[in-house]
């Protein structure tokens, strides 16, 4: 089992971002798949999921300029990141969860399998 994160980098205030996870060893829409970030001396934060049955979930502070989505047949899924903001700094994780629930929560604790991380950093 393992997770590829890839996309991160600099980029203005304003600008926008696509970060790609490329799964092996499993098939994606067999269970939930998420996306976190971890800014220097802040704990991980779960920023947008697709729970098993399709539904998806985002933090309130990407909410209208983040799009999470997943291609089966690549067995990827992709986070689109629009109007990013400096405050959207951090390294970003993908991640898979062992739990089956419909209703389950984007915290970090829910997930494992973690990626290598891709650093995005937005300057002001």
């Known amino acids: 089992v393992q997770l590829q994160a890839s996309g991160g980098g600099l980029v203005q205030a304003g600008g926008s971002l696509r970060l790609s996870c490329a799964a092996s060893?499993?098939?994606?829409?067999?269970?939930?798949i998420g996306w976190f970030r971890q800014a220097p001396g802040k704990e991980r934060e779960g920023v947008s999921c697709?729970?098993?049955?399709?539904?998806?979930v985002y933090t309130d502070a990407v909410k209208g300029r983040f799009t999470i989505s997943r291609d089966n047949a690549k067995n990827t899924v992709y986070l689109q990141m629009n109007n990013l903001k400096p405050e959207d700094t951090a390294v970003y994780y993908c991640?898979?969860?062992?739990?089956?629930?419909?209703?389950?929560?984007?915290?970090?604790?829910?997930?494992?399998?973690w990626g290598q991380g891709t650093l995005v950093t937005v300057s002001s």
């Open positions: 991640a898979r969860s062992p739990f089956s629930s419909l209703r389950l929560s984007c915290i970090a604790s829910n997930f494992g399998s």
């Open positions: 060893g499993f098939t994606l829409d067999h269970g939930a």
């Open positions: 697709i729970r098993r049955g399709g539904g998806i």
